[in-house]
């Protein structure tokens, strides 16, 4: 393993053992909530998304779950991404599309596009991910649950 490597895989198990956005808060102003199972592996998460009363902005994301720690580290990076990137007037509901998409679209890549550390910040460490098929449905489960509390919004 390469530094690099190792520096993704403690990265990983650090938001496992220490989830960021953990616990789904009340259900204060405008809310979307999403439960997603993954039957391969038995990971749960319930997300909730908080939005703008015009619900174009995604102002942040809490989340409670168990299962592996990719997929408790996905939705802890995803809950710090979302804190980061979006401040106090949040992200652009365009552009947390465009985060989940791109997300979905390196994690199918089977290792040949990585995430940008740029955008992705920490969840950049879940590149490697993309080369074990098996594991990406883990790390995607956050992200399918925001895209989905995000639909019912």
């Not at 393993?1 to 102003?29: A, C, F, T, V, W």
């Amino acid at each position: 393993m390469n530094g690099l490597d190792s520096l993704y895989q403690e990265l990983i198990l650090d938001h496992s053992k220490h989830p960021r956005g953990s616990g789904l808060g009340p259900e204060e102003g405008r809310t979307a909530s999403s439960h997603q199972h993954n039957p391969m592996c038995g990971d749960d998460i319930t997300l909730r998304a908080h939005v703008d009363d015009s619900g174009e902005h995604l102002l942040d994301v809490t989340w409670e779950g168990s299962g592996c720690s990719i997929s408790q580290a996905s939705a802890s990076m995803l809950a710090a991404l979302v804190e980061e990137d979006g401040g106090e007037t949040g992200l652009a509901r365009a552009d947390v599309d465009r985060l989940i998409e791109g997300f979905r679209e390196a994690l199918r890549s089977r290792g040949t596009i990585p995430l940008d550390e740029e955008t992705y910040a920490d969840a950049a460490a879940l590149s490697g991910v993309s080369k074990f098929s098996a594991r990406v449905k883990c790390a995607m489960l956050a992200w399918v649950a925001l895209e989905d509390a995000l639909a019912r919004a």
